[in-house]
């Protein structure tokens, strides 16, 4: 009866957690920022109530999915295999303070494996024999919102949530790190399709051509092929999945007085 409470209680968190997040970069992205996005639209077309409402119903059991597995490695369902700890001396190496910085760089490791994941993940449920079953709900919004960030197929979702008992076999993480991990992965899922572009001009060249903007992803969207990565773009440089019009597509939104991705200039592409 006790774990079934605490397992309420794991769905309670991440729900106020996940609508926390997308409610705030909603607001950030529409209403703060606003004046200074508002050449920024990356898609003419608007978002239906239609859409949203299904995408928020699949966004709960998301939440669900994502929950159960966070319940299920609190009480060590996947014991002895996973590496969590609660002690955050365990890997300070008597060094006074450690112990945190162990914490930040568990974090960095993470998000750089979870990043490797997502991009093979997700090739994976684009092959024919997975995506009708597991990633074609994503897709069915072509135009993304920021409630489109956790809008999948149970399949998919599953997929998504069997990351953190893997990540748990080769990398040590206190639930510090876990909490800090799932909310940067949320903010930076919320941020990718918020249909707005709120990176800077100039975030195609240098270190910054590696981060992953909104225009990224929302290709990936448009035309349901090519940038498949998620927080970093090496993995699509480096697989050649990049999209050809990706770079020109950011520089035209990004550009003083020009806004919206015309794909008719890119068609066939
Ligand atoms: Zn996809
Ligand atoms: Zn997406």
Known sequence: MESLSIWAAFIAHDLSQFVTIVGLIYVIVNVIMAAWLKNRKIQPAGVTYKQVRREL???FLTVVIFSSMGWLVHYGFFRPFMLLYTDIHTYSFGIPGFG??????????TIVVHDA???????????????????????????????????????????????????????????????LFTMVMIARNTLAHTGIEVFPAGFVTGVYRWNTTVTHHDLHHL???????????????????????????????????????????????
């Open 100 to 109: 945190w910085f162990y914490v930040g760089l568990s974090l960095i490791a």
């Open 223 to 269: 035309h349901g092929a090519g940038n498949y990565g998620f927080y970093f773009t090496w993995w699509d440089r480096m697989m050649r999945t990049e999209r050809k019009d990706y770079e020109s597509s950011f520089r035209k939104i990004t550009e003083a007085g020009t806004n919206q991705y015309d794909a008719s200039r890119v068609a066939g592409s």
């Open 117 to 179: 994941y997502f991009y093979w993940m997700h090739r994976l449920m684009h092959h024919r024999l997975l995506y009708r079953h597991v990633h074609r709900l994503h897709h069915r919004s072509i135009t993304p919102a920021p409630t489109t960030a956790y809008a999948f197929a149970p399949g998919e979702a599953l997929l998504h949530a069997a990351f953190l008992p893997l990540i748990l076999l080769i990398v040590p993480l206190h639930p510090v790190a876990i909490g």
């Open 57 to 59: 119903s699949y966004s």
